[in-house]
Nanobody, 126 residues
Framework: QLQLAESGGGLVQPGGSLRLSCTAS????????ITWFRQAPGEEREGLSC????????FYSKSVKGRFTIARDNAKNTVYLQLNNVAPDDTAVYYC???????????????????WGQGTQVFVSS
């Protein structure tokens, strides 16, 4: 079973920045579209951003557009999510998932994706 791994989470102050990483050890990410999600306690999983495999086109949810940036580094087999100007509402567990192409609506239905990671916790607090 394909498996992804997220890293880079931690405690960050409001207004600060953090870079999350999504990588895989058993397959190359450049053949997949990678989507980032987050889930706060008591909330549904929310799609944040996706980067396509073929052309690196990117998609963002309204809640993070202009603050978060998705990018891939194929040499490192990694997809990043740069979080800027974070706020307490950004506190959540962040996940990445892989499939053949981005879903424009950033749908978080688990079965639509070939692989998921275990998540990395981001905590925004002063």
């Amino acid at each position: 079973q394909l498996q992804l791994a997220e890293s880079g989470g931690g405690l960050v102050q409001p207004g600060g920045s953090l870079r999350l990483s999504c990588t895989a050890s058993e397959f190359t990410l450049d053949a997949y579209a990678i989507t980032w999600f987050r889930q706060a306690p008591g909330e549904e999983r929310e799609g944040l951003s996706c980067i396509n495999a073929e052309n690196d086109n990117t998609f963002y949810s309204k809640s993070v557009k202009g603050r978060f940036t998705i990018a891939r580094d194929n040499a490192k087999n990694t997809v990043y999510l740069q979080l800027n100007n974070v706020a307490p509402d950004d506190t959540a567990v962040y996940y990445c998932a892989a499939r053949d192409r981005c879903i424009y609506e950033l749908t978080a239905i688990t079965s639509l994706y070939n692989a998921w990671g275990q998540g990395t916790q981001v905590f925004v607090s002063s």
